[in-house]
């Protein structure tokens, strides 16, 4: 019985439909660019930070400018998912925050005392307030499945593949069953093992 359970849940863990639908599958690696051309831009309004960084995409050489909002997307970035991202049509009412390479000696002069330390090859960025460090951050680094549609059409070949996988594993646990079964009936050593013995009558 354990071993038919085991048969029955083998797409779950190792069939071709599990493995189709794993998120890395078709999936396209995105990270900043080098350099990312980091920008922060803090908005009265939100109380929040818009970010701006150049994105590229594996494989290709081409960037695209990305912006999203720190404070929503902040624990999403940090553990590896894509954030929400916005396109800013005007950097009109935000307020520039400096960045530079290294901590300075003395915080620089900026909105509400607030500044960013990024190398420039480098995806984290800490963003601090006077001597104080609010977030230690890093850029978007995710895998975005865009091909859904491909998962979807393939999807129907997979299950058949499953289905044929877990078929013939049936079949081979019947077979091996079938001869190990015997039409006569032998008597079982424990149907003897507690039954009282009948005590002969002595002889007059």
């Not at 359970?5 to 890395?24: D, E, I, N």
Request: a negative charge; glycine letters at 4%.
């Amino acid at each position: 019985m354990l071993f038919l359970l085991l048969v029955l849940q083998a797409p779950l863990w190792s069939g071709c439909t599990a493995l189709l639908w794993k998120k890395s599958t078709f999936a396209t690696y995105y990270h900043p660019a080098d350099p990312a051309n980091l920008q922060l831009y803090y908005s009265d309004r939100r109380k929040d930070l818009l970010v701006q960084y150049d994105e590229s995409r594996e494989k290709e050489k081409k960037v695209q400018r990305r912006s999203y909002w720190l404070e929503p997307n902040l624990t999403i970035v940090n553990d590896g998912r894509k954030p929400e991202f916005v396109a800013p049509t005007t950097l009109d009412g935000l307020t520039r925050v400096p960045l530079s390479a290294t901590k300075p000696d003395t915080p620089p002069q900026g909105f509400k005392g607030l500044y960013v330390v990024s190398e420039t090859h480098d995806p984290r960025f800490t963003l601090y307030s006077g001597t104080n460090e609010l977030n230690a951050c890093i850029l978007p680094i995710y895998h975005d499945n865009e091909q859904i549609a491909v998962k979807v059409l393939l999807t129907p070949p997979a299950l058949v593949a499953d289905a044929t996988l877990v078929g013939g594993l049936i079949g081979l646990y019947v077979a091996a069953h079938l001869d190990s079964d015997d039409d006569t009936d032998y008597p079982d050593p424990k149907d003897y093992s507690h039954r009282p013995h009948k005590r002969s009558n002595p002889d007059p």
